[in-house]
């Protein structure tokens, strides 16, 4: 028997187990089907704008990281591994 699995077993596993998920919340929404279906589509068109907000601060952390870094000696060549 195999102990470890595949980052490709892993996603698979992960998009099942939410498919699974978001079907038993739909079926037991105390809200009628309507209105969780506008909810959904509401929160849905809200995580583009959202991501753009979270990764725009990253980089931003990140450029004045590295900027600051710029010119010090390295902590060790094993320290990012």
């Known amino acids: 028997m195999r102990s470890k699995f595949s980052a490709s077993e892993f996603t698979i596993g992960v998009i ?5 998920g978001l079907a038993i919340g739909f079926l037991f929404a105390p809200l009628p089907g309507e209105k969780v279906r506008g909810l959904v589509k509401d929160k849905a ?3 583009p704008e959202t991501v753009k907000e979270l990764t725009a601060d ?5 450029r004045e990281t590295w900027a ?6 390295q902590v060790s060549d094993t320290y990012f591994k």
Do not use: C, F, S
């Open 58 to 62: 990253r980089k931003k952390v990140y």
């Open 16 to 20: 099942l187990g939410t498919a699974v």
């Open 45 to 47: 068109t809200d995580i």
């Open 68 to 73: 600051q870094r710029r010119g010090l000696p």
